[in-house]
């Protein structure tokens, strides 16, 4: 049998045991993100949403944003980002708010669907979500202290997320969720088939070696090279399929993923994300920049305290000693 021979049989075999993990990957995330959705939706048509907003106007003037923006938060933390932009674009802000505001949804948009993610592939729930309000708020502090001001508040209008009619909500829901639905589905099975081809021929060992240099700046471990172009490109979410073939393969350690999701809690999905924040007005820079210090600062603070806890673990008893 001839190598391309060999190749193309290896191929082909790895694209039917990618098509059936994507397949188990994809109905879990579906599953999650409709249940999950259609509970936003409900405390948006009651009101907990704009409510706990206004609970929040107080803190964040102190970081030279307006009230409203608290409800630009709120919204993509618990939805998603596309909300807070629409929410952004609604009301008016300018160029200073909207980099503040894009540094804090980027660190913590998503919470409720990106944490089980995170929790799936083997870290901490709760260090997850306090890492990344923590960057969010810490990101905000930081760039109202260094950024020149702005000329006055922008604000045009409120934004109301209140809908009044349920059956409008409902049916409104029901179209978006089953879009998401359908692009999740067919990214995760690319994803996840084209991540099983790729290691069947030998790329991601090759790719692994190439991004060594970086990644060990980075703090994290050279087989999750290919997991992490994946999360910087395409974002946890949508990566989340190959993570999770990944953990269940035992290619990647526990620990090797945790030390990926320390980095990617704060710092993913790089191209459409920031994008869409640059569009409206946000820095390009302190999108980039500011979230990889992050990235790289809390991965080494989990190096360390590793390594920490390790040398203080009482010595194993010998037996018979």
Known sequence: MSIKQQYFLDAQQAMKEGLRAALKT???MIRLTVTISFGVMLLQYVGVVALVSEWLTPLFRHVGLQGEAALVFITGALV??????????TIGFDARSITILALMCLCAHNLIIETAIQKKTGSSAVRMVVIRLLFAVLSAIILNAILPDSAGDTSV???QLVEDNFLVALTYWAFSTLALSAKMFTIIVVLTVLQRVLAALGVIRRLSRALRPLLRVFGLP?????LWIVSQTLGLAYGAAVMIEEKESGKVSRRELDLLNHHVAVSHSNVEDVMLFFSIGASLFWMLALRAVFAVAVVWERRLLG???????????????
Do not use: C, R
């Not at 998603?80 to 674009?89: K, Q, R, S, T, W």
């Open 157 to 159: 209008k409120k934004v």
């Open 307 to 321: 390594m920490l806890l390790k040398q203080n673990q009482p010595p194993a008893k010998v037996a018979g000693g």
């Open 222 to 226: 050279a087989k999750t090279s290919f």
């Open 80 to 89: 998603n980002l596309y909300a807070a932009i629409a929410i952004i674009e």
């Open 26 to 28: 994809a109905w879990w």
